[in-house]
């Protein structure tokens, strides 16, 4: 019986789908009662962690939408959900979103309904990990940067280049980095070793730090094997990195300005810098599910995180930059011009976006090295090899 | 008397008692097979279909291949995958994962022995509830949590090194973490860091067994041990440890297949070399390489099936 019943809710589920397929919807009608969202932790908070972190409950007031989120921690999560399909929006990192489009699972989105698109940061109305061919996937929703976090007791000045963490040399208190710095356990830090060497060796030709062929990847490999003797123990996990801060020695790391505001926060002595060979950095982007069951809904909640306190509070909350401008000044929540200042609003041209590598690439005649030996090889590096 | 009136007067064939329960009851007892039909259909269908079929599945991902240029899965059978697992990068993740396992159960048998020995002799009354209580407390807090203290004791200016500090033995410290490979920056950074946790978190699963391995050898022996003029370490040798093996080897099952899958504690304490299930957990991720993820979940499986059979020509089923 429970058998026939999941059976009709499945089979209903599809009809409701089918009808809404593919339609890009040319106005916002009546709210369906409820939206539901794939997200990042920490993306949609409705003032239970903290009180003073609430944007979704004026939200549920107004448009008598019922918010329901369910958290991924990874793009491959979000994707996988996204396929599974009964979402209807979801916040896609650019290693996602551009797998979504690919794959037809996000629909197109009509910018005219959204009454606060003009209001969107000009660097990121059409950034390429959202457009396709001039056609909207989504609206912005948060980025930022991987910045250079750095112990202020040691660095009277803040370090100018990533070199105090790629290569053995004495640091300004005169003890060597070896064993004081860290790294990124994840794949994706060939990308930083890459874009290092964009600006240190340019004999190799380096355009993109995500679009790499042999030469280039093996040399991106090379600088971090000779890291791998620097560092200690490599970070994946925002929290160990804040305790290896305070507690193993550690004083210059690539970190996310999450980790370097919580520091701050305990009066630890760190700080945080835009080196001059530039940063990499992740954009987030909310896209709709192709066969979104409550498209209004999900509209209303598009215009609602531009245009209410959701920014400002949200870029104070995670550390990130708000994709509308305004938010920083604007005192529609708690940010502040310093505090995007600090989270690195203004480096926007020194950032380089993540995408996910594949062996098609501009600019290196569809020569790179796809993403799966970045894995293999990086667990190889970190291994000693 | 009211009683045998009652039996006199009903037949020695009963009438059919009503009801659905009572018919599936009477069914039952005509049938025993179709009982025990109806009991193990469950349990060898979790068995047959979820447990041996999703193995199954994992084991013929592990014979496709990655395709070099594209990244996607090609579906043709193919040894490719297991000849990627000796690459020099691989087999380290390997070695360093069998040599650990393997020495964590040593370092959690030595440990163990004495602690259970006591509680099999000595310990009574309150002090053997103490010892259950003391063994199996770590197990009632959470992994984690439990993980992440160690991190604060083995961190660089955590309280290891602080009390090493007072006692003046801070160069014993340095002198080891001068070592290669078991050394680096602090405890906490280093495989020995690794190793003491693992040791602590699986330790209670080495205890149990030695310990119920201990109480079973009756004590006249080790009595007539001493009494023919043996020496308390040959007692030992000849006699108890003999005796205590079954429970050593079923304790190092499970100390040695649980460090062979965890990833969680060498993620939070090491420094940040890979072990097998930390290979497998990137690999099969954005890398979406699942065919070299499984082949590397096969290791284990093999590892253990040869520990398995190495422990039952021991002894170590045979109290079952």
């Not at chain 1, 355009?207 to 093996?218: G, M």
């Not at chain 2, 040959?234 to 100390?255: D, H, K, M, W």
């Amino acid at each position: 019986m429970q058998a026939f019943m999941k059976t009709c809710t499945a089979l209903a589920l599809i009809l409701s789908f089918t009808a809404h397929a593919g339609a890009q919807i040319k106005e916002i009608g009546k709210a369906e009662g409820q939206v539901t969202i794939v997200a990042w932790p920490g993306y949609i908070e409705r003032g239970e962690t903290d009180k003073n972190f609430d944007w979704v409950t004026k939200f549920e007031q107004a448009s008598g939408c019922k918010v329901n989120v369910k958290t991924a921690n990874t793009s491959d999560e979000m994707v996988a959900l996204m396929n599974e399909g009964g979402f209807d929006l979801v916040t896609a990192s650019g290693d996602a979103s551009l797998r979504l489009v690919a794959g037809k699972r996000v629909q197109p989105i009509n910018v005219d309904l959204i009454k606060s698109w003009p209001n969107v940061d000009d660097r990121l109305k059409n950034a390429p990990w959202h457009t396709v061919d001039g056609v909207h996937y989504g609206v912005p929703y948060m980025w930022g940067p991987n910045v250079l976090m750095y112990n202020t007791n040691v660095f009277k000045e803040a370090p100018t280049s990533w070199k105090v963490v790629f290569e053995p040399m004495d640091l300004p208190d005169g003890k060597p980095n070896a064993g004081r710095v860290q790294a990124y356990d994840g794949p994706i830090h060939i990308a930083d070793a890459a874009q290092y060497l964009m600006a240190h060796k340019p004999e190799l030709g380096i355009k993109s730090p995500y679009e790499l062929n042999e030469d280039q990847y093996k040399a991106a490999l090379d600088l971090l094997r000779e890291q791998r003797k620097l560092v200690g123990r490599y970070w994946h996990d925002a929290f160990i990195q804040i305790d290896d801060f305070k507690n193993e020695g550690v004083v210059a790391s690539g970190s996310w300005p999450f980790q370097v505001n919580l520091l701050k926060g305990e009066k630890q002595p760190v700080g945080s810098t835009f080196p001059e060979e530039g940063v990499t950095g992740w954009a987030d982007t909310t896209m709709m599910s192709v066969d979104s069951a409550n498209p209004n809904c999900a509209y209303m909640w598009m215009e609602h995180t531009l245009s209410s306190n959701l920014q400002s509070d949200l870029s104070v909350w995670f550390g990130a930059n708000p994709s509308v401008p305004a938010a920083c000044t604007d005192g529609s929540g708690q940010q502040t011009k310093e505090g995007c200042s600090a989270n690195g609003f203004d480096n926007f041209d020194k950032v380089h976006f993540w995408t996910t590598p594949t062996t098609k690439c501009a600019s290196q005649n569809d020569a790179c090295v796809p993403y799966y030996r970045w894995v293999s090889d990086y667990i190889g590096v970190i291994g000693g090899r | 008397m009211s009683t045998s009136a009652a039996i006199a007067s009903t037949s020695a064939v009963l009438p059919r008692r009503g009801g659905v329960l009572n018919a599936l009851s009477d069914a039952f007892w005509r049938n025993p097979r179709l009982l025990l039909f109806l009991m193990l259909a469950p349990p060898v269908l979790w068995l047959g279909v979820v447990y041996l079929g999703s193995l199954f599945a994992l084991l013929l991902q592990s014979f496709f291949s990655i395709d070099e240029f594209s990244g996607l899965i090609n579906r043709e059978f193919t040894l490719k995958t297991y000849g990627e697992l000796l690459l020099p990068s691989n087999m380290d993740i390997m070695i360093r994962t069998v040599v650990m396992a393997a020495s964590v159960t040593i370092a959690s048998a030595i440990v163990a022995f004495p602690i259970a020995y006591f509680a099999a002799r000595y310990a009574r009354g309150k002090w053997k509830a103490l010892f259950y209580l003391g063994v199996m407390l770590p197990l009632w807090s959470s992994y984690l949590v439990k993980v992440y203290a160690w991190k604060l004791i083995l961190a660089k200016e955590g309280i290891l090194t602080w009390a090493l500090d007072k006692l003046h033995l801070t160069w014993l410290l340095d002198a080891w973490l001068s070592l290669p490979v078991v050394g680096g920056n602090s405890l906490s950074v280093s495989f020995t860091g690794t190793f003491i946790v693992f040791v602590y978190v699986w330790l209670p699963f080495m205890i149990l067994p030695i310990q119920a391995a201990l109480e079973r050898v009756p004590g006249n022996l080790i009595e007539a041990s001493a009494d023919l003029g043996a020496s308390p370490a040959q007692t030992f040798r000849n006699v108890l440890f003999p005796l205590a093996l079954p429970g050593i080897i079923a304790g190092s099952i499970f100390t040695f297949s649980l460090t062979l899958g965890d990833y969680i504690i060498p993620q939070i304490i090491g420094n940040s070399q890979y072990f097998i299930g930390q290979a497998v957990y990137s690999l099969q991720g954005t890398a979406g390489n699942i065919p070299l993820a499984a082949a590397f979940t096969v290791v284990p499986i093999v590892v253990m099936g040869i520990y398995l059979w190495m422990a039952r020509r021991m002894g170590a089923f045979d109290a079952l």
